[in-house]
């Protein structure tokens, strides 16, 4: 067995279904949720996202660092459809992004950006969310799975404020940190009386449609800390569960540059405007279509030919 390294929870053969290596006795364990990534895996990471190398742990970089990622890392999940839960170590969520010109789930692009941020000076900690986006209004008492993860930031010139920070939920998202002090225009963070889980944030989204306006709950934020180790159950419910949404259905989303949001769940094509107003756009009509709109609109390629065989026999049966 690899010997842990210092502050590494879950490294190596990371979220496999071998074992796990937590360094409990590493000075580090209290200090870094997830190892951060190495001088030159951050440098190779600034680069692909086209970021300055010397960047300080700053609010205004972490909204930078926040919109580049979105609009260049798409949410996706094809490998879940295609039975091949991805490893999350930095090493392989960084090929797979930098290399194979891919995105990821909550637990690769969250995970790969905490780290870049922590290798940046930024202070972080873990949550787990519970995403109530698509909860109708009748069974706003329904609790969801805990199954996303988030990150909790807090920047070198700000004393006081943590952010909550998402780069990867499969729809339309937060393109900036968010105080968890309250509301930070056009987004709302609430903190609610919750009797089992005081101190849970409430994080929600611009909605305008059919003529009406209001917010629609993004998620709930669990106020406990996390360490990398506690999502490997999270991780292997999402990818192995047949009802989990990462398993039955193709979900990819992408920010634009202009800010809006495009969607893709199974065949059916939407986008969101930055002010929350949504739009069905097309039903596409068969596999191929699928695959020109994930290279055309969501720059997600196939690496090869027997992949793109692999991806289309998948697509052919969402349509």
């Known amino acids: 067995m690899e010997t842990p390294r210092k502050g590494v929870a879950g490294d190596g053969d990371e979220f496999g279904h071998s074992s796990f290596i937590i360094a409990e006795n590493s000075p580090g364990w ?3 949720p997830i190892e951060p990534l190495s001088a030159s895996q951050k440098q190779d990471y600034l680069r692909h996202l086209g970021m300055p190398e010397a960047l300080e742990p700053t609010k205004a970089n972490l909204d930078a660092l926040i919109s580049v990622h979105l609009e260049r890392v798409p949410f996706e999940n094809l490998d879940n459809l295609l039975d091949r839960p ?47 986006l698509h909860v109708p209004e009748s069974c706003r008492a329904k609790m969801t799975w805990p199954d996303h993860i988030v990150l909790c930031v807090h920047c070198e010139d700000d004393n006081h404020d943590w952010y909550i920070v998402d780069v990867s939920i499969g729809a339309v998202g937060i393109y900036r940190a968010l105080s968890e002090k309250g ?71 992408r920010m634009l540059t202009d800010g809006s949001w495009l969607r893709l769940v199974n ?53």
């Open 183 to 253: 509301e930070d225009e056009p987004f709302r963070v609430r903190r609610l009386g919750h009797p089992e889980l005081p101190g849970t944030l409430e994080v929600s989204i611009p909605s305008k449609r059919q003529g009406g306006s209001g917010w629609k709950v993004l998620y709930t934020v669990d106020p406990c800390l996390r360490h990398w180790v506690d999502f490997a159950p999270l991780y292997w419910f999402s990818t192995t569960y047949p009802q989990s949404q990462l398993r039955c259905k193709l979900i990819v989303a």
């Open 86 to 132: 991805a490893p999350l170590d930095a090493e392989a969520v960084l090929r797979k992004v930098m290399q194979l010109g891919r995105g990821g789930c909550c637990y690769e692009l969250n995970s790969i950006f905490g780290r870049l941020l922590l290798a940046l000076g930024y202070r972080l900690q873990l949550r787990t969310a519970r995403v109530r």
């Open 267 to 319: 065949d059916r094509l939407s986008s969101w405007s930055r002010d929350g107003r949504r739009e069905d756009l097309k039903a596409l009509r068969d596999e191929h279509e699928i695959l020109d709109v994930l290279q055309r609109d969501f720059v997600l390629r196939p690496s090869h030919d027997e992949e793109m065989q692999q991806w289309l026999i998948v697509f052919r049966d969402l349509v």
């Open 30 to 32: 209290s200090t870094y």
